[in-house]
């Protein structure tokens, strides 16, 4: 490690260089790490906020809440199981509302649950709603950007229905549109008018239920409901129209940024490795062993990303103070440990080439190309 700081010191500018380009790649990798995260946040957050561990769903919804049917029957067994208590009714219903019965369409989902029960969120400004108020709503904070205040009246599109804002509630949303929550009430009424507006029938009480149950009780659910699935909540939230599809590209996209960060820093530490191939046969004819050498150049490798990763941190925190509220960006302690720990491994293996190189070093042809 001496020589490699000795080295270091030597030649500033040039790792100075090598270290801002390994600080952007690592800057890069991260933001597109946070901006995947908070997009995945954005699109399920209503999902993840909820306290459960499975949601019951019928078989042939494909994993959809909105495609699921079920009535007080399922509703009873699964409360059988795992208590009253443990189990909560939920329904979901995506739709399109315009504040006041004019202005611009909004795309939201409608959440139906227990206002006292522990799927219902916590209000962030106004006033809850309980299980006997009428015509009254929780809306998510993001539909203030669409006009809807405090005492706002909002319109379904379909039915005509109209509810009053009575509070607002904070990152809750559903395939990326914000979510409305109302009573079991207002619900079975909303529901009625939906029935009769599309000339359907409708049987169906809720669309899913949410379960806190442990593994064995989830497997007599499955025993007692062969019609149904219990699927986990990390199933629930992949299921969720277009998150599977919207992950994948950008999850491919930071694998593909991870092997071109590889590929660049050994590209660039090869470089070095060849220019000092004289340096390194003057001192393997000196009696320093190749150990020695790689040791050095793994060591200047491991220092200069370390020291990067950390300037990049610093810096994406402040990047994402200064981003947009509308900008979904999460990037949390053990997302960015996670990250860095793959970044260093990376630049690690990039290193590889180079400490090959140095083994290969020969000391009477090094001496022969210097005399030269």
Partial sequence: MYLALREMRFAKTRYA????????????????????????????????????????VQKDASQRFSRSELGTSVIDEAQGVVGNSNAAVLGVQMSTVTRGGA????????????????????????????????GEVLVDLKLKESGVQLGSVIRDQITGVTWTVAGFTRNESYSHTPVIFMNEQE????????????QTSVSAVYNTIAIKASSSQADQLKTKLPEMEIMSKTTAVSAIPGYKEEQGSLLMMIAFLFVISGFVLAVFFYVITIQKTS??????????????????????????????????????????RLLPESMPFQLSGGTIGLTGCLFVMMAMAGSVISIIKVNRVDALEAIGRVSA
Avoid: C, H
């Fill in 17 to 56: 260089l090598i270290m801002t380009i390994m600080l952007l790649v690592s800057f890069l990798v991260m933001f597109v790490t946070g901006l995947a995260k908070g997009l995945a946040y954005a699109n399920a957050s209503s999902i993840e906020n909820i306290p459960a561990d499975y949601f019951v």
């Fill in 103 to 134: 202005g611009p369409k909004i795309d939201v989902t409608f959440f139906a649950a227990d206002t006292s029960g522990w799927i219902m969120p916590g209000v962030v400004e106004g006033r809850a709603i309980t299980n006997t108020s009428s």
């Fill in 279 to 320: 340096q390194f046969g003057i001192l393997k004819a000196m009696g320093t062993r190749s150990g020695y050498l790689a040791v050095s150049v793994l060591g200047q490798v491991l220092l200069l990303t370390v020291v990067s990763l950390l300037i990049s941190i610093l810096v994406i925190q402040v990047a994402a």
């Fill in 187 to 198: 619900w079975q009424s909303w529901r009625q008018k939906v029935t009769n507006s599309t």
